[in-house]
């Protein structure tokens, strides 16, 4: 009997989890539960922390998963480890269902950085408008540089404020469309935007944006993670499962 966990959070889970459903494939979706009204899904799903590698293996064992697929955000890059090691621990096997990275084209003003302490360390200079891509988990890491003013886009209304001095808040959530972004970095004067290489076409609108605006990106590349194998469809996906 299979029956696959997915580890997910993204929009390539929660396609995946609808192929799951299509092809009858019993499995469950995993979130850690952080976004205040995750999109409704067509198979079970379980939220929350496994209680790191000996929980996700404890967890494998008592619900007889055969597969596990890590379609979490390429920047999870804990859970992702995690699972590499609870696979090597329980014999389990993994795939990761990834994204492509995104690649500057012409046009492009990128800064790639290795990570999200390099990111704060090239903002160092005179105050600027930046545009603060990059989810609520690292926001305070930016108050040593509080000369800037930040303009967050965030998927929840923060329960407390962003800890930087001069900053406006934008809720929303993907999709984002060139257009639309290029409106609000017109509209907050950005003259910098700050991304994760998230890679996928959910936020890479701002990129886009920036591009027509000729606005420089400061983009953070991904986590290094263990080997593992990987592949970028859900068609990959469910090959692998039923091969
Ligand atoms: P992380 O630092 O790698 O994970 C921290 C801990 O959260 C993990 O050790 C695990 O706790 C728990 N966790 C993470 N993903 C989980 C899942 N799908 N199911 C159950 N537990 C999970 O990850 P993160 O960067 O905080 O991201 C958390 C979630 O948000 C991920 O599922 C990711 O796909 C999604 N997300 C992240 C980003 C981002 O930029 N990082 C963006 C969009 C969505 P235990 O050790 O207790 O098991």
């Given at each position: 009997m299979t029956y696959i966990l997915v580890l997910g959070g993204t929009t390539e889970a929660s396609a995946l989890a609808r192929a799951l459903a299509e092809a009858r494939i019993p499995a469950t979706l995993s979130y850690m539960g952080r976004v205040d009204h995750p999109k409704a899904q067509p198979i079970p799903v379980r939220i929350g922390g496994f209680g790191g590698v000996p929980g996700l293996v404890a967890y494998l064992r008592d619900h007889q998963i055969t597969h596990i697929v890590d379609a979490t955000h390429p920047f999870a890059a804990q859970m992702s480890t995690n699972a590499v090691m609870a696979s090597r621990e329980s014999g389990v096997p993994l795939l990761a269902l990834t994204r492509p990275t995104w690649e500057p084209g012409e046009g492009d003003t990128w800064q790639s950085v290795p990570d999200m302490d390099a990111a704060v360390a090239a903002l160092a200079g005179p105050p600027r408008r930046v545009m603060?891509?990059?989810?609520?988990?690292?926001?305070?890491?930016?108050?040593?540089?509080?000369q800037h003013h930040y303009v967050l886009r965030l998927v929840d209304t923060p329960t407390k404020a962003p800890p930087l001095p001069d900053h406006t808040v934008i809720i929303d959530r993907g999709p984002f469309s060139a257009e639309a972004d290029r409106l609000l970095m017109q509209s907050h004067a950005i003259d910098l935007i700050v991304s994760k290489n998230a890679g996928g076409t959910g936020s890479v609108s701002k990129l886009q944006a920036a591009r027509d605006l000729g606005l420089p990106v400061l983009m953070i590349n991904r986590p290094v993670l263990p080997p593992r194998h990987e592949v970028q469809t859900t068609a990959g996906v469910i090959g692998w499962i039923t091969t």
């Amino acid at each position: 009997m299979t029956y696959i966990l997915v580890l997910g959070g993204t929009t390539e889970a929660s396609a995946l989890a609808r192929a799951l459903a299509e092809a009858r494939i019993p499995a469950t979706l995993s979130y850690m539960g952080r976004v205040d009204h995750p999109k409704a899904q067509p198979i079970p799903v379980r939220i929350g922390g496994f209680g790191g590698v000996p929980g996700l293996v404890a967890y494998l064992r008592d619900h007889q998963i055969t597969h596990i697929v890590d379609a979490t955000h390429p920047f999870a890059a804990q859970m992702s480890t995690n699972a590499v090691m609870a696979s090597r621990e329980s014999g389990v096997p993994l795939l990761a269902l990834t994204r492509p990275t995104w690649e500057p084209g012409e046009g492009d003003t990128w800064q790639s950085v290795p990570d999200m302490d390099a990111a704060v360390a090239a903002l160092a200079g005179p105050p600027r408008r930046v545009m603060l891509a990059i989810g609520r988990m690292h926001l305070a890491e930016f108050a040593a540089q509080p000369q800037h003013h930040y303009v967050l886009r965030l998927v929840d209304t923060p329960t407390k404020a962003p800890p930087l001095p001069d900053h406006t808040v934008i809720i929303d959530r993907g999709p984002f469309s060139a257009e639309a972004d290029r409106l609000l970095m017109q509209s907050h004067a950005i003259d910098l935007i700050v991304s994760k290489n998230a890679g996928g076409t959910g936020s890479v609108s701002k990129l886009q944006a920036a591009r027509d605006l000729g606005l420089p990106v400061l983009m953070i590349n991904r986590p290094v993670l263990p080997p593992r194998h990987e592949v970028q469809t859900t068609a990959g996906v469910i090959g692998w499962i039923t091969t």
